[in-house]
């Protein structure tokens, strides 16, 4: 096992419920990704929902994958888009955050944010139960796939991110 000295330069965090079908797609996507990418420049992370917690984490890292099931998108659906900060966020108040209030509680509390990208996935089934319908299986094979290709584009450069740059996808 080879340990590095640098941190993680990605952060990826897939939430949700994988107790109610396809609510649990981010859970899911980021169990395969935690065993597709190299430990020792991204940290993957598994949870119920985004939380304040995480926000030094994210300020220390130059990009934040976050994989989450939406009920708003047709099912399998895939819709990507850049997470912007939020700019007045109430830190005492919050158990759960949202993706723009985490970038905003990084910049607020540790003075910097990771460029962040919301990876959603349309969900068809919501209640209570196990495994993914079959457009949203396959979805997450898609955003897996995606995600890897990203993350491996990320660490691939050698200076990191520098704020106003160009995003691809």
């Not at 399998?76 to 158990?95: K, M």
């Not at 919501?126 to 079959?134: A, N, V, Y």
């Not at 897996?144 to 450069?157: D, K, M, Y």
Request: glycine residues 8%; contains cysteine; proline residues 6%.
């Amino acid at each position: 096992m080879s340990f590095s000295a640098d941190p993680p330069r990605v952060l990826v965090v897939g939430y949700g419920n994988s107790l109610r079908r396809d609510d649990g797609a981010g859970w899911f996507a980021a169990e395969r990704l935690d065993d597709l990418l190299p430990s020792d420049r991204v940290r993957v992370l598994v949870r119920n929902q985004l939380t304040p917690e995480l926000a030094e984490t994210v300020s220390q890292v130059e990009l934040v994958v976050m994989i989450d099931a939406s009920c708003v998108d047709p099912p399998g659906h895939i819709v990507v888009r850049e997470v912007e900060p939020a700019s007045n966020t109430a830190l005492s108040l919050l158990h759960e955050v949202n993706p723009a209030q985490l970038l905003g509680t990084a910049a607020q509390l540790y003075g910097r944010c990771a460029r962040g990208l919301l990876f959603s996935i349309g969900g068809r089934e919501f209640e209570m139960g196990e495994g993914l319908s079959p457009e949203v299986a396959a979805a997450v094979d898609t955003v897996v796939e995606r995600v890897r290709s990203l993350v491996g584009a990320v660490l691939a450069r050698k200076a990191p991110r520098q704020n106003g740059a160009a995003a691809t996808l």
